[in-house]
């Protein structure tokens, strides 16, 4: 199940202040890590929500996504930014050529939500990224989950998803009667996944809600 445009946009808004700091921690963590960068892309980007907050503190960001109303509402909300690009392609099949982006992002549980292979995933995050670059990847801490099942549960109430299935929603797993489930990675596989990567990788939990990844392209 994927969200329309303005629907994702309202998951946004009826987030929690816990899930509001989870989400301004994420976008910090990240913007501390780009700043000053030439070239960005943003995977999955959306309606443009970190593409905007990113922007100010880049030289150009590049955000990519397989909707086209999600980038036609991305195209109006970032209306008067000059830096930014959008391009509608699979994160896991990139038509760009390799190591032309300086860092390549891919926050808030894509690495799960986009439903692709994971390590393919990985794979062309690092291909576009030249020598030096920096690749981010994120999914929730375990710490997040009470908040998290909550924001589900206000989605549901809000019509946004279907009705939770309280009984499967468990370990990370949110799932609706409607077959709908947001799996976050665990701890244990988001280290075995990049453990594959031949670059140098590092591990860091930001704000007892997000666990990081970040690959220094060295070769």
Same mark, same amino acid.
């Given at each position: ?94 038509? &760009? ?82 077959? &709908? ?39």
């Amino acid at each position: 199940m994927h969200l329309s445009a303005s629907r994702l946009q309202q998951v946004y808004e009826i987030a929690s202040p816990r899930i509001r700091q989870y989400l301004r921690a994420e976008t910090d963590h990240v913007i501390r890590r780009v700043h000053g960068a030439t070239r960005v892309l943003e995977l999955g980007c959306g309606y443009g929500r970190v593409l905007r907050e990113i922007a100010p503190h880049v030289g150009r960001a590049v955000g990519n996504d397989t909707s086209r109303p999600s980038l036609v509402l991305a195209s109006s909300y970032l209306e008067g930014i000059g830096n930014c690009d959008l391009v509608r392609m699979s994160a896991d099949r990139l038509a &760009f050529s390799e190591a032309v982006f300086d860092a390549v992002l891919c926050i808030q549980n894509g690495i799960s939500a986009f439903g692709v292979d994971r390590q393919r995933l990985v794979a062309e995050a690092v291909r576009v990224t030249r020598r030096g670059g920096v690749i981010l990847f994120s999914t929730y801490s375990p710490r997040i989950w009470p908040d998290r099942l909550e924001w589900f549960r206000a989605q549901s109430k809000a019509g946004l998803l279907g009705e939770l299935d309280e009984t499967c929603s468990r370990d990370g797993t949110i799932v609706c009667k409607d077959g &709908f489930r947001s799996q976050a990675v665990s701890d244990p596989e988001f280290r075995t996944l990049f453990e594959t990567v031949d670059q140098e990788v590092a591990f860091c939990e930001v704000d007892g809600s997000s666990l990081f990844a970040e690959v220094t392209r060295t070769g």
